[in-house]
């Protein structure tokens, strides 16, 4: 069973369709009790960081977080992958999660519209588990504005939208982010996803 983390600021109705259409067992839940006894966990988000971290810290589900993410499968989407970073410096600094090093802040490419937004090409840089099997040629789909500035070994996948846009992040364990939105990217997205459900019941 993965725990759709409900904070009040995600993209949920169209991650659960996305799970319904691969048959994925899902829960939508701000309840730290299930969350601890979920198999895998996914964080979805969209908007501005600093909102989206204030009302995550009101849910009083931080800690929890923190705590499984180190034990279980956990996925950020967009926003939620963003939230994985020690901080951004959107509307000003706001601290992140820390569950990745690395921090946040605005995409300035010159002649490039932003926000940025639209299929690109994922550019695989390390193999992982949720990239297996995505084709020869994967595309996938961002909104963002936003984007991580992070170290190599946590890159897992980046895009070119005028320079590297980090696309999959991951600490090399239970804990990957997506820029991108899986949900909305097609087969590819519903095969990463797909991979992720597989993950969970590799780890059970």
């Avoid at 799970?19 to 895998?40: C, P, Q, V």
């Avoid at 040629?137 to 991580?148: D, G």
């Avoid at 170290?151 to 804990?175: H, N, R």
């Avoid at 990957?176 to 097609?186: D, R």
Wanted: charged letters at 20%; aromatic letters at 10%; proline letters at 3%.
């Amino acid at each position: 069973m993965i725990a759709i983390i409900d904070y009040g600021a995600g993209n949920i109705f169209s991650v659960q369709n996305a799970l319904d259409s691969i048959n994925a067992e899902y829960i939508l839940t701000n309840d730290e009790n299930i969350i601890r006894k979920s198999d895998g966990i996914i964080l979805p988000g969209v908007g501005a960081f600093k909102a989206a971290m204030d009302k995550l810290n009101s849910s009083g589900l931080v800690p929890v977080i923190l705590e499984q993410a180190k034990q279980k499968p956990f996925l950020g989407i967009c926003l939620g992958m963003q939230m994985l970073f020690e901080k951004s410096y959107e509307f000003g600094e706001c601290k992140g999660l820390g569950l990745l090093k690395g921090y946040v802040d605005l995409i300035e490419e010159k002649d490039l519209i932003v926000p940025h937004m639209g299929w690109n090409k994922l550019e695989i840089s390390q193999n992982c588990r949720l990239l297996d099997n995505i084709g020869e040629n994967p595309y996938v789909y961002f909104v963002h504005s936003y984007k991580a500035f992070c170290d190599d070994d946590v890159l897992y996948a980046y895009c070119e939208y005028g320079s590297s846009v980090p696309a999959l992040v991951s600490d090399g364990k239970f804990v990957f982010g997506a820029q991108f939105h899986p949900e909305k990217s097609g087969n590819t997205g519903l095969k990463i996803l797909s991979n992720f459900v597989d993950m969970i019941g590799e780890c059970k």
